[in-house]
């Protein structure tokens, strides 16, 4: 009887894993969604500054 019981223990500690495991997917998972979000503006701000350098290189050339 006592098996059982500490089989029953071992069952419960195995759960407590699982939550904690779903627990740190769904905080990697934030945090990845972040990451990309702010690559992205980091990729669109890059684009934009691009531009207005070629902008200004191409009335730059023009003047001249």
Do not use: G, H, P, Y
């Amino acid at each position: 009887m006592s098996q059982v019981e500490s089989n029953d223990f071992e069952l419960d500690d195995l759960t407590d894993e699982v939550e904690i495991v779903k627990d740190v997917s769904s905080k990697d998972q934030k945090a990845k969604q972040k990451l990309e979000a702010r690559r992205r503006i980091d990729d669109l701000l890059e684009q934009k500054r691009l531009r207005q350098l070629l902008d200004d290189w191409d009335l730059d050339d023009t003047e001249a």
